[in-house]
């Protein structure tokens, strides 16, 4: 541990991957080095707004409690929350912020094919609506989101990220107030591409102006887009995609049935996929199909920030930039959960990211917090840690194929709950992908 004032500035097994150099040098980098060592060391605060995020149902005593909890013989602090309120007030955002910029990022992984496919990184944008609390300062800098009823819920912010799909990792990310679209923070994030990546995106992102912007980065596209929108036909190809244009960017169009049986039944519905990949032979339209499913992998990285960590509570903070220092802090804990989820799944050849439970890294990076252990490597350093081989021992088995109604299974409130005749069964299914050959006759009436 470190000395005196500094020791309860950890985060247990996880402190390996943000040390105690690379918070000091973030901190001398932004100026938030304090003065004189008070009992509230910025390195300190740091780490406490990291664990923050371990322990996201707790207030900010409770969580200095558990940095404290394995201090054995160590005359720690007992800060009171007015303090810690102060101590955090006086580090500010930009530490945070910096912090993130440099743990962001694709972990480092094998090539496997849950992670590239025929050579290009595979990533997905999309944003969610996070809620602050409902204070006099967040009021002033959010807006408060309607409610199903007509009333007023939460104030918000927009968080939107590119995600790497294999890992689930953060590339980067972005945040703001929610009165601001998707549309409005993706160009933002259009400095994180460069070539050898295949970017996926609902069709939301289908403007034309956007898309021109992403695919200047040298990224590649593959983007859903109504199935109604008229675009010219500049060129078929063998495999029943053909060629268009969408302002200045030459683009391949995919339309496909997809049909999805159950042992309810059979349901089928059309997509129309754009993209820049425009070789229909190293690049088939039925992989591309496949592989827009990937996209929901950004879903699933949503549901473990606002339910797995958060649980569905609204954000601590009370001042927007509290809000901002506090989402900065929560995306380095996620990104280093992440990167310790794969430095383990790495470690044995061929395994698919997708096995490791992130619900355990969590916890156990908890358990290591509390015992204050790992925080600093032995001689012999294990790659793996305590994290990793929980993880190996508690894998999931491999991914099926299945299919359930996006309906809350067990409302909260019974004005929410859609009737008892709502089926919330989750079926194993089967998927038939059609390629359909032609654009529809509106699109060869207008542009033929």
């Known amino acids: 541990m470190a000395a005196g004032r500094f020791a309860p500035g950890h985060l247990g097994e996880l402190t390996q991957l943000v040390p105690f150099e690379m918070v000091d040098d973030v901190l001398e980098r932004t100026g938030a080095v ?4 008070r009992l509230l060391p910025s390195r300190v605060v740091v ?3 990291l664990a923050g995020g371990l322990f996201a149902e707790l207030g900010w005593v409770q969580v200095w409690h558990r940095l404290t909890a394995g201090l054995h013989g160590l005359a720690a602090a007992v800060p009171t929350g007015s303090a810690l309120r102060q101590a955090r007030q006086r580090l500010g955002v930009a530490p945070l912020r910096a912090l993130f910029e440099l743990v ?3 972990a480092a992984t094998t090539a496997t094919e849950a992670v590239w496919w025929r050579g290009l990184l595979v990533c997905a944008l999309d944003g969610i609506v996070m809620s602050v609390a409902d204070s006099p300062a967040n009021l002033f800098g959010f807006v408060k989101q309607r409610g199903n009823h007509g009333g007023a819920g939460y104030p918000a912010i927009r968080l939107l990220a590119l995600v790497a799909c294999g890992t689930r990792s953060i590339i980067d990310a972005v945040f703001g107030p929610a009165v601001i679209g998707e549309l409005g923070y993706a160009g933002r994030l259009a400095a994180s591409l460069r070539t050898g990546m295949l970017l996926l995106a609902d069709r939301n992102f289908a403007a034309a102006d956007l898309l021109t912007d992403l695919a200047a980065t040298g990224a590649d596209l593959l983007v859903r887009c109504k199935t109604g929108r008229r675009l010219p036909v500049r060129a078929r190809h063998h495999d029943g995609s053909w060629l268009s244009q969408i302002g200045g960017l030459t683009v391949r169009v995919i339309d496909a049935e997809i049909t999805i049986a159950t042992s309810t039944g059979r349901h089928t519905g059309s997509y129309r996929l754009i993209t820049t990949l425009t070789d229909p032979h190293h690049y088939p339209a039925g992989e591309l199909v496949t592989l827009y499913h990937r996209r929901w992998e950004i879903e699933t990285c949503y549901l473990e920030l606002k339910s797995t960590i958060l649980g569905g509570r609204v954000l601590r903070a009370r001042t927007p930039a509290g809000v901002d220092q506090e989402v900065y802090a929560l995306l380095v804990t996620y990104q280093i959960l992440r990167t310790a989820m794969t430095d383990a ?9 997708d096995r490791a439970s992130f619900t355990v890294a969590l916890h156990t990076a908890r358990d290591q917090v509390i015992q204050a252990a790992g925080v600093i ?6 790659l793996v840690g305590a994290i ?3 993880l190996l021992t ?4 491999d991914r099926r194929v299945r299919t359930r109604p996006r309906v809350v299974k067990r409302a909260i409130s019974k004005y929410q709950a859609r009737g008892p005749n709502i089926d919330r069964t989750s079926y194993k299914a089967t998927i038939n992908i059609n390629i359909l050959l032609t654009p529809t006759r509106l699109t060869e009436r207008r542009w033929g």
């Open 34 to 37: 304090q003065s004189r060592v």
């Open 377 to 382: 490597t032995g001689t012999a350093i294990d």
């Open 345 to 353: 799944t790495d470690s044995v050849p061929g395994l698919d990211p």
């Open 394 to 397: 508690t894998l999931m088995p």
């Open 388 to 390: 990793g081989h929980r």
């Open 47 to 49: 780490y406490l707004l």
């Open 104 to 106: 962001r990022g694709p």
